[in-house]
């Protein structure tokens, strides 16, 4: 779908996700690769154009949730390691080999269950070091041995999961220090015991910002892959890092209101003056939060900030246009990114909210649909087939021709 006639979409910057992962690559430790998280259909960014341009900047391994995201990962012809983080019936295993999946051993008993399919399963244990969320107790000596007994499984790997390291207080970063100490006295004990734990790897996107090196094979990156921070905690550093998605929509109709009279569900916005209200085509339907439209919440519209006004519907919502009297119907609405001079961070509808970037960004839905920004950098010209659903032609000076002008039009330079 192109956006010329789009009610609403998602546009993905593949540079900046190139260039993310090249910053988040030159931070690993010696021996360190990057494992991009692309669960949630790539939290909303889409999944399988995400991880193909990342395979093409040489990462090898991804993480999803479940077996159908790691399904849908091969199908689009991607390679090397794919883990499955979340739990999967054990009597799925077939898939899990016939696909080459990595299973992720949410604890002893389904890590037996496993075992137990006559279907040889590639793993990894997950670890439980103190989020008590999936994994073998690390200080469980006995549930470790016994799964490597387990002739079923192909352990290639152990890890956990850091469930504060977001925070830099004094007592979550005792709290993680704990965690680390058990995750890497597990690791020690079992290389004592002759059993080889394979990939190691613990950090995830604020492991990376508020560790120091960590002596593992993965850094599992998600939030981070994607340009913003996850919240408003401040991280002991920031790198240089792109925000990729950019959320836009239409005006519809351009509404005029007497003073006091009302509009939308439950006459929730009234006004005090003679206003304009610009409806816009998209609602919560499409994975906006129903309360950003009366928690603050705030559009662009010819490169200018309008606050949202009165109940948000499943399809569409209110603007005040009134101080932008040249609004009209047509004209594309910024819920995320820039317009101009002027930047929507995801980050601020998500505090507005209550909630995190990742939420938000997950929760968009499937009625917007993705246009992808073609990357410039490397591009084979006969590689490049779409743009925004048409040839871009045949020689790369027109390919950048074209791509200069996208960016220029939406503001991405």
Known sequence: MRNETARAWREIDLEALSHNAAVLQSRLSPGQELMAVVKADAYGHGAAAVARCLQRHGVRAFAAACLSEGIALRRAGIRGTILILGYTPPEQAPLLRRWRLVQAVADEAHGRALAA???????????????????????????????????GLRIEGIFSHLCVCDSLTDADARYTRRQLESFYGAVRWLRAAGCDPGAVHIQSSYGLLNLPPQPCRYLRAGILLYGVPSGEEPAAFWPDLRPVLSLRARVASVRRLSAGEAAGYGLAFRADRDAALAVVTIGYGDGLPRELSQRGGQALVRGRRCPMVGRMCMDQLFLDVTEIPEVRPGDVVTLIGRDGSQVLPAREAARRCGTITNELLSRLGPRLPLIYAP?????????????????????????????????KRHALV
């Open 117 to 151: 399919q006559n279907c040889p399963v590639r793993v990894h244990l997950a670890l439980d070091t103190g989020m008590h969320r999936l994994g073998i107790p690390a200080e469980d000596r006995a549930a470790l041995a016994a799964l490597f007994a387990e002739k």
């Open 375 to 407: 990357q410039i950098q490397g591009l084979q010209m006969e590689k490049a087939v779409l743009f925004f659903g048409r040839s871009v032609g045949k020689s790369p000076t027109g390919t950048q021709t074209v791509a200069a002008k996208w960016r």
